[in-house]
C-alpha cells in the first residue's frame, strides 16, 4: 500500500466550533502550485469552503482579516511545513500564541516522515500531521472530525 | 466492428502500460477520482499546471547550475518544489529521480547534480509525452463515444 499515509493526531480534544449546518470554511496554505489546487480540491469534495494562500504571512493576513469582517471565519488551517520564509511550524506557533486564533485547529501536511518533525507539531498544537501526497481519505478522516465535533 | 469499443480498450490498455512501466503511480488515480461533473477537466488541468511549473523549474536549474559559485539552497529549493508536485500528480520516475537529486545536492556535488538534472529532463519530457497522448486518447475516445457509434 503505497507511500503509506500516517496520520498523526494529538491526544487532546478541542472543541473545532462550527456553526450549524454551515460548510466548514477552510484555510489551506501551501507554496506549491499544483498541491494548493489539489488541496482546493479534495476539501471541495469534502463539502468545505475553501480559501488558499501561497505563504504563511498571507494566512495570517487573511485569517486575521476575518476578525474584522473580511472573508468568513476560518475553521482550520491546513498548511504545508516546508514553504520558504515562514514554515508552517513557525506558521503553526504565531497562530497558537495568538489569544484571537489559538482556537483554530492546525494541520500540518509534509512529503517528509520524520518524527521529530511530527512530535514538534504535535507539541506545538497541531491538530493533525498528515503525510503528503494527500489523498481523499485523509482529507475525509479530517473534515469528519470538523463537522462530528461534540465538543 | 465497434469502434468505439476498440478505442475504449487501447485506451485502457495505453493507461494501464504507463502504470506497468512505472511512469505513473496510483497518486494519478487519486487524481481521476477528484474529477467530477461539477469539474470534469481537473486532472487536465492539474497536469497543465504540472508541466507550466515543471519547465519553469527545471530552466531555473539550468541557470543555477551554470554559475560559477553554485547556490545549492537554491537548487534544493528548485528541486524540492518538483519533486513535490511531481509525487502529487503521481510522475513516479520523475519523482524518483528529484529524490536523487536531493542527495547529490545535499552532498554539493556539482557533477551529481548536472547528470540529475539530465536525468530529472529525460523522465520529465517522457512522462509529458505519455500525459499528452494519454489526454488524446481520452478525447477521442470522449468524441467518438457521443457522436453516438455503437
Same mark, same amino acid.
Given at each position: 500500500m503505497g507511500s503509506g499515509c500516517a496520520a498523526h493526531s494529538?491526544? =487532546? =480534544?478541542? +472543541?473545532?466550533?462550527?456553526e450549524n449546518g454551515d460548510e466548514p470554511h477552510v484555510l489551506a496554505v501551501d507554496d506549491n502550485i499544483i498541491d494548493r489546487k489539489l488541496v482546493e480540491k479534495l476539501l471541495k469534495n469534502s463539502s468545505c469552503k475553501v480559501t488558499t494562500a501561497e505563504n504563511g504571512p498571507r494566512a495570517l493576513e487573511f485569517l486575521y482579516g476575518?476578525?474584522?469582517g473580511t472573508g468568513s471565519k476560518v475553521n482550520m488551517v491546513i498548511t504545508d511545513y516546508c514553504m520558504p520564509g515562514m514554515t508552517g511550524y513557525?506558521?503553526?506557533? +504565531?497562530i497558537k500564541e495568538s489569544s484571537a486564533t489559538k482556537e483554530v485547529p492546525v494541520v500540518i501536511m509534509s512529503s517528509e516522515n520524520i518524527p521529530t518533525r511530527i512530535n514538534k507539531c504535535l507539541e506545538e498544537g497541531a491538530q493533525m500531521f498528515i503525510l503528503k501526497p494527500l489523498k481523499q481519505s485523509d482529507v475525509k478522516k479530517l473534515t469528519c472530525q470538523l463537522m462530528n465535533c461534540k465538543g | 466492428m465497434d469502434g468505439v469499443a476498440q478505442l475504449r480498450r487501447q485506451f485502457a490498455e495505453y493507461t494501464n502500460s504507463l502504470f506497468q512501466e512505472g511512469i505513473l503511480n496510483q497518486q494519478f488515480n487519486q487524481l481521476q477520482q477528484l474529477q467530477d461533473e461539477s469539474n470534469p477537466n481537473f486532472v487536465f488541468e492539474v497536469v497543465s #499546471?504540472?508541466?507550466?511549473? %515543471?519547465?519553469?523549474?527545471?530552466? &531555473?536549474?539550468?541557470?543555477? #547550475?551554470i554559475q560559477e559559485n553554485i547556490n545549492f539552497r537554491k537548487v534544493d529549493a528548485h528541486v524540492?518544489?518538483?519533486?513535490? %508536485?511531481?509525487?502529487?500528480?503521481?510522475?513516479?520516475?520523475v519523482q524518483d529521480a528529484c529524490i536523487a537529486f536531493k542527495r547529490y545536492c &545535499?552532498?554539493?556535488n556539482i557533477e551529481g547534480c548536472l547528470k540529475c538534472l539530465q536525468q530529472v529532463k529525460t523522465e520529465y519530457f517522457l512522462v509529458k509525452n505519455k500525459l499528452e497522448a494519454f489526454?488524446?486518447? &481520452?478525447q477521442q475516445l470522449s468524441a467518438a463515444?457521443?457522436?453516438?457509434?455503437k
Amino acid at each position: 500500500m503505497g507511500s503509506g499515509c500516517a496520520a498523526h493526531s494529538s491526544s =487532546s =480534544s478541542s +472543541k473545532w466550533v462550527m456553526e450549524n449546518g454551515d460548510e466548514p470554511h477552510v484555510l489551506a496554505v501551501d507554496d506549491n502550485i499544483i498541491d494548493r489546487k489539489l488541496v482546493e480540491k479534495l476539501l471541495k469534495n469534502s463539502s468545505c469552503k475553501v480559501t488558499t494562500a501561497e505563504n504563511g504571512p498571507r494566512a495570517l493576513e487573511f485569517l486575521y482579516g476575518t476578525f474584522n469582517g473580511t472573508g468568513s471565519k476560518v475553521n482550520m488551517v491546513i498548511t504545508d511545513y516546508c514553504m520558504p520564509g515562514m514554515t508552517g511550524y513557525e506558521l503553526l506557533k +504565531k497562530i497558537k500564541e495568538s489569544s484571537a486564533t489559538k482556537e483554530v485547529p492546525v494541520v500540518i501536511m509534509s512529503s517528509e516522515n520524520i518524527p521529530t518533525r511530527i512530535n514538534k507539531c504535535l507539541e506545538e498544537g497541531a491538530q493533525m500531521f498528515i503525510l503528503k501526497p494527500l489523498k481523499q481519505s485523509d482529507v475525509k478522516k479530517l473534515t469528519c472530525q470538523l463537522m462530528n465535533c461534540k465538543g | 466492428m465497434d469502434g468505439v469499443a476498440q478505442l475504449r480498450r487501447q485506451f485502457a490498455e495505453y493507461t494501464n502500460s504507463l502504470f506497468q512501466e512505472g511512469i505513473l503511480n496510483q497518486q494519478f488515480n487519486q487524481l481521476q477520482q477528484l474529477q467530477d461533473e461539477s469539474n470534469p477537466n481537473f486532472v487536465f488541468e492539474v497536469v497543465s #499546471l504540472f508541466f507550466q511549473d %515543471s519547465e519553469r523549474l527545471l530552466n &531555473e536549474l539550468a541557470i543555477v #547550475l551554470i554559475q560559477e559559485n553554485i547556490n545549492f539552497r537554491k537548487v534544493d529549493a528548485h528541486v524540492h518544489q518538483l519533486k513535490g %508536485s511531481s509525487s502529487s500528480i503521481g510522475a513516479n520516475r520523475v519523482q524518483d529521480a528529484c529524490i536523487a537529486f536531493k542527495r547529490y545536492c &545535499e552532498a554539493q556535488n556539482i557533477e551529481g547534480c548536472l547528470k540529475c538534472l539530465q536525468q530529472v529532463k529525460t523522465e520529465y519530457f517522457l512522462v509529458k509525452n505519455k500525459l499528452e497522448a494519454f489526454f488524446k486518447m &481520452e478525447q477521442q475516445l470522449s468524441a467518438a463515444s457521443q457522436s453516438g457509434s455503437k
